[in-house]
């Protein structure tokens, strides 16, 4: 059956927390787009980040609603870093078909050094490590999980070479986080959150148009989407580029207008969108299986006041247990 296209004059656009799937067929490039707001908003003030790091995660959330709403089957998707730097953990998860959860992990007296030296940037912020992208497709089968170092490098341009080394397949990531001032119905200031990104991949019919030019001895032989010898993959890699984030984040600029501005002298055509929805997988009776492992001492242990509490790092909801759950025979 062939995929459902929408026309860009269509009067129902998208919206915020839909990615975009998009084809130019004139480029042999495909991708997704996405626009974040409410979704962001929950995720971020439900845990009133600071600053910087509400950006960093705000990124890996929009990598991961790109890369997550591609899977063809059940399954979860998790974009993760891990380094030395302020904020030693991200986490962004998706699971399919809809469901987005996020959270991070820093070290509160190193970020205010950081941010009184003025850096702020994300590879200040995560240091050197790793950035791992794992694709779990459930129960019975083996996760698959690439790997790729934090290398001062932004997390657009670590997942072009996620791609590159893992999929083979030449990327463009564009990503845009954007904080926004209002009043509320009181005249209060308050302030919104909201991301975008542009995923785009060169899929030529033709797998020898993907291979760059010969290098001379001691260039290295890893394929780099910047030197495929290709026009078409040439323009289009420029195109995305040219995205700012005012573009990936302005309410006023639907998501398909912005696709339109880009490829429409290519041709370029959308496809069905996809929502994204702010819904953690934690629940009481998952906690209490954990709970069921632990021995009568780290029971012991976890109670205070009488109970055990447990409060989940994406979601912050706190499931209560009494002790009696754990240490009846």
Not at 35 to 58: C, E, F, K, M, S
Not at 139 to 150: A, F, K, T
Not at 207 to 227: F, K, S, V, W
Not at 297 to 305: G, L
Request: overall charge negative; proline content about 6%; hydrophobic content about 35%.
């Amino acid at each position: 059956m062939a995929e459902a296209t929408v026309e860009l004059t269509d009067i129902n656009l998208a919206g915020d927390d839909h990615v975009v799937p998009f084809q130019v067929e004139g480029m042999d490039v495909r991708g997704r787009a996405v626009q974040l707001g409410p979704l962001l908003n929950t995720i971020l003030g439900r845990h009133d980040y600071p600053a910087p790091v509400a950006r960093l995660l705000a990124e890996a959330i929009v990598l991961t609603a790109l890369i997550g709403t591609s899977l063809k089957f059940d399954g979860r998707f998790t974009v993760q870093t891990k380094g030395d730097g302020p904020v030693d953990l991200l986490v962004a998860d998706f699971s399919s078909p809809e469901s987005m959860r996020a959270y991070a992990r820093f070290d509160q007296e190193a970020l205010d050094v950081a941010i009184s030296e003025g850096r702020t940037s994300p590879p200040e912020l995560l240091g050197d490590g790793y950035l791992a992208f794992t694709i779990d497709q459930g129960q019975g089968m083996q996760p698959y999980q690439g790997i790729v170092p934090l290398d001062g490098s932004s997390l657009e341009e670590i997942a072009g070479v996620y791609f590159r080394q893992s999929e083979q397949i030449p990327t463009k990531v564009r990503l845009g986080v954007a904080e926004l001032l209002d009043r509320d119905e009181d005249g209060k200031p308050r302030h919104n959150w909201r991301a975008g990104g542009v995923l785009a991949q060169f899929l030529p019919p033709a797998p020898e148009r993907m291979r760059q030019p010969d290098l001379h001895g001691g260039d290295g032989d890893e394929r780099d989407e910047e030197h495929v010898n290709d026009d078409s993959w040439a323009e289009a890699r420029m195109m995305v580029e040219t995205v700012d984030t005012d573009e990936l984040t302005d309410p006023q600029v639907a998501i398909e207008r912005l696709l339109f501005r880009l490829f429409h002298e290519r041709g370029v055509r959308i496809y069905e969108p996809q929502g994204v929805l702010d819904r953690c997988s934690c629940s009481r009776d998952k906690i209490k299986g954990v709970l069921d492992g632990f021995t009568a001492e780290e029971i012991e242990a976890s109670q205070e006041d009488g109970q055990i509490a447990v409060t989940c790092e994406f979601c912050s909801t706190t499931y209560r247990y009494d002790p009696s759950e754990f240490t009846a025979a």
